[in-house]
């Protein structure tokens, strides 16, 4: 336990057990993955935690940087205890951040202690709200800060040095502040005082209400984090130099004492200026979690010189100097109703005054609604003249669905201001962040800093502060150029389905209402995966499709591998099973690895299906055929007609279609439509071979059959060619006899190469049925212009070797997937009839038989039977 391990403090000298204070000491701290760096170390945190807070010095902070292989076990962290101060968690944190060191978790439990005059610890008690602690008689009771901070792993020793020698000058500065806080606070109204003795003979309406405001600003709404007194003077000894800024020694407080060295750039300007001026700052160097910094410049009506001390060239003769604060505005200051606060109440009501309304009209509340979610440096920073310019150019802006950006530069540090106004609901982290991307190329920045807020009006605002890199050139902040980037901001807010409306109004095929219908139908995940341009495209297949009807698309994304193909099957009605796509695809020789469905439904209308696979093609072969495709044709948006017909893009999609609608079996034959590059049509010939070879007894089944096929491709296709050179009407005469027979002469040769005997068998089978065919309806055509749904050939059975004996004269083999048949006859001319079979491997053995039978006894009638 603790107690055991802690030799100098006891649980009695504590006013709890140690171990409740380890659970207040972690209070906020929830187990999980992601703080188990924490959590695993408990015990040992708070234990080391305890040591580090044994003794501290009265006005002093301590630290200890623990390494990731030390002795301790804490992994790479921070402790430090300290007094209780404003900005101390941020401070350290960012420090760190700005170091190059990741920060996983912090732990900051507040303790009241006790301490004896040697910064002994005597007592600790958990912080209880905003009650005062009662220490022990002989010490005294402090507030402390207890800090752990968890690093995350990786860091080098020399950052770990680093880190080390930062911690105490940062701490100290810290303590700078919150010790010159109290003094910081009188100054504050101190000078309002003097507002209100120069009030009483200065012509400036201005002066009193500056002094209600640093009043204002003295109680609770403001942290003061530094002071300084200023004086003008000639930047060089001649009389046409300009006036600059310089500090009385002795004056400066916090951030702003004499000797800083926070790289501060006092926002004076010089003679014949206003009373009050405030603008945005950063003294990041000195405090780094310092942010949304205020400076307040106040003038000094006063008559001597403070200091004693003179300058060299001319004073301001009205102005004598400058008392200058930095610091933020608390919690509430920055929700603080802005018709309380002095000055900004003053001209939020000059605006609405020249508007034209009143205070209580619908108008007039509008309008003030908008000014308080205002940016304060905004409101504090700008006249009322370009707040009046900045608010009319809002108003009315939700309706009409548009971005407002208004720009402002500062010219003492260069930073750009941007104010940007949306629609409320288009307003998203997104969003803010796409924003955030344009402005830092625009305008070279080297950070940028936020601020939204999005109440119940009908817009959001964001508060972009750009940093600009230094050395930047000039920020164009011109009129053309700033509607320039509000253009490129609105594009940000735009929906997805803003974007596809816009992508089809370029299209005169896609009518804008129908756009904005399925617009509003592709689903939440579909708009993730897609961009509007391939939803359009999408849009357009589906659009043809009549009910019960599919489309279907092969596509490869540009940073996919050439294994890595994508189909997409479309659907109109209803949806359907994996069950029922994953054979189709699985015989073309492809692996399904993953499936994305998405369901449309459009108004009055039957549904709509996307079902999107991921496909992988492992086999060598398949993935050269399928990388001859042209790198033009892969797009998702290229359409099928415009490809060409030996495309894989248009072969693959025909024969899912033809395989769907029953056109087509599905088996293992399909792979051939990519292993040789085969049309359905030319794989279906292929099969009503293989079939027929079954019919006539052949020694080897179909799955032999499809064995060879396979691993012979290219005789496969060459095949198909001699085919197609014998019978194909387009290429009848000479040439194409000469044709056949040089294809002819290829296929023996292909088949001689075969080592393996039953291979050489199968082959020499299918090559002699194409031979003996003597006539087809393979190239016919319907009255619509499509092929046949059958496949027939007339075959010359005495060249078949493989046919049993007795062989007719002629025979005619059809073929379908429902249906299969042969017609057999011994003469020209035959009487004959049909004949229903329930032998499916077999049934021209049972007609070959009736054919004989009939033979016989029809002799005495006609010739042949």
């Not at 830092?440 to 009908?458: C, G, K, L, M």
């Amino acid at each position: 336990m603790v107690a055991t391990t802690q030799q100098t403090m006891t649980p009695q000298r504590f006013r709890n057990d140690p171990t409740e204070l380890e659970a207040v000491y972690f209070r906020w701290i929830q187990p999980g993955s992601s703080t188990s760096a924490i959590t695993d170390r408990a015990e040992r945190i708070f234990r080391q935690h305890l040591e580090l807070a044994a003794t501290r010095a009265p006005g002093s902070a301590i630290s200890r940087v623990y390494r990731q292989d030390d002795s301790a076990e804490l992994g790479a962290a921070i402790q430090i205890v300290n007094d209780d101060m404003p900005l101390l968690v941020d401070s350290v944190t960012a420090a760190l951040r700005r170091l190059g060191a990741t920060v996983t978790e912090v732990v900051h439990p507040v303790f009241d202690v006790s301490r004896d005059a040697d910064g002994k610890l005597l007592t600790i008690a958990p912080r209880d709200g905003e009650a005062e602690p009662t220490g022990e008689t002989d010490g005294k009771t402090l507030r402390e800060s207890w800090i752990h901070v968890q690093l995350g792993t990786g860091l080098s020793d020399e950052l770990v040095d680093r880190i080390e020698r930062a911690l105490p000058p940062l701490l100290a500065d810290l303590r700078q502040v919150a010790d010159d806080t109290p003094t910081m606070v009188e100054v504050l109204n101190t000078v309002a005082d003097q507002l209100d003795q120069a009030a009483k003979w200065a012509d400036d309406a201005e002066i009193p209400q500056t002094s209600n405001l640093l009043r204002w600003l003295s109680d609770g709404h403001f942290t003061p984090l530094g002071y300084g007194y200023y004086h003008f003077r000639r930047s060089a000894p001649s009389a046409d130099a300009a006036f600059e800024p310089w500090q009385l020694p002795g004056t400066g407080l916090g951030v702003l004492s004499n000797g800083a060295v926070a790289d501060i750039s006092v926002p004076v300007v010089g003679a014949k200026r206003t009373v009050l001026r405030m603008a945005n700052g950063s003294v990041d160097s000195l405090l780094p979690g310092s942010r949304d910094l205020y400076f307040i410049s106040v003038a000094d009506y006063g008559g001597t010189d403070p200091s004693g001390r003179a300058s060299w060239g001319d004073t301001v003769a009205m102005v004598k100097g400058e008392h200058v604060f930095v610091g933020t505005f608390t919690v509430a200051g920055l929700h603080e109703n802005i018709l309380d606060i002095p000055v900004i109440s003053r001209r939020v009501l000059q605006v609405i005054e020249w508007a034209g309304f009143g205070l209580d009209s619908f108008s007039g509340q509008a309008m003030l609604e908008m000014l308080q979610s205002f940016p304060r440096v905004e409101l504090f920073s700008t006249d009322a003249r370009r707040l009046f310019e900045t608010v009319s150019a809002v108003m009315n802006l939700g309706l009409r669905r548009q971005v407002r950006l208004f720009i402002r530069r500062d010219a003492r540090s260069d930073a750009i201001y941007c104010l940007v106004y949306l629609p409320r609901d288009r307003y998203s982290t997104e969003v803010r962040l796409r924003m955030g991307d344009i402005l830092r190329a625009e305008f070279d920045a080297e950070q940028i800093a936020y601020s939204a807020r999005a109440t119940e009006s009908e817009l959001a605002v964001v508060y972009f502060t750009v940093h600009r890199k230094p050395g930047a050139e000039a920020a164009d902040i011109s009129d053309e150029n700033r509607e320039r980037i509000q253009e490129l901001l609105l594009a940000t807010t735009w929906t997805w389905g803003d974007r596809l409306v816009a992508e089809a109004a370029g299209a005169s095929d896609v009518p804008q209402a129908l756009a904005t219908d399925y617009a509003a139908a592709f689903p939440a995940s579909y708009q993730q995966e897609h961009e509007p341009a391939h939803a359009l495209s999408d849009l357009r297949r589906l659009e043809r499709l009549d009910d019960g009807a599919i489309d279907t698309n092969l596509y490869r994304q540009s940073e996919s591998s050439s294994a890595e193909w994508r189909f997409t099957l479309y659907v109109a009605g209803e949806g359907i099973s994996l069950s029922r796509v994953l054979p189709v695809l699985q015989s073309l020789g492809v692996e399904v690895v993953d499936e994305r469905p998405y369901q449309i439904t459009l108004p009055d209308r039957p549904d709509r299906w996307i079902y999107d696979f991921g496909l992988r093609v492992a086999a060598a072969p398949l993935r050269d055929a399928l990388d001859s495709e042209s790198s033009a044709h892969l797009e998702h948006s290229v359409e099928l007609e415009s490809l060409p017909e030996t495309s894989v893009r248009r072969r693959f999609p025909e024969a899912v279609t033809a395989m769907w609608f029953g056109r087509a079996e599905v088996d293992g034959l399909n792979e051939l439509v990519l292993r040789a590059g085969l049309h359905w049509r030319q794989v279906v010939l292929l099969r009503a071979y293989a079939k027929y070879l079954q019919q006539a007894g052949f020694a080897y089944t179909f799955g032999n059959i499809t064995r060879v096929l396979l691993t012979h491709p290219a005789t496969a296709r060459s095949c198909t060619e001699l085919f197609a050179a014998h019978f194909d009407p387009d290429g009848v005469g000479a040439e194409a006899a000469t044709r056949a027979a040089a294809l002819a002469e290829r296929v023996q040769t292909e088949i001689d190469a075969v080592v393996s005997l039953d291979t050489d068998r199968i082959l020499r089978a299918l090559f002699g049925l194409i031979e003996a065919t003597l006539r087809t309806n393979y190239y016919r055509r319907d009255d619509a212009g499509n092929p046949l749904d059958y496949l027939s050939v007339k075959l010359n059975p005495h060249a078949i070797a493989e046919l049993p004996k007795p062989r007719p004269q002629f025979e005619i083999f059809v073929y379908t997937p429902r249906v299969e048949g042969v017609h057999l006859r011994f003469g020209s001319v035959a009487r004959g009839g049909l004949r229903w079979s329930d032998r499916l491997e077999d049934f021209r053995t049972e007609v070959l038989g009736l054919v004989k039978a009939q033979a016989v006894k029809n002799a005495v009638i006609v010739p042949v039977g």
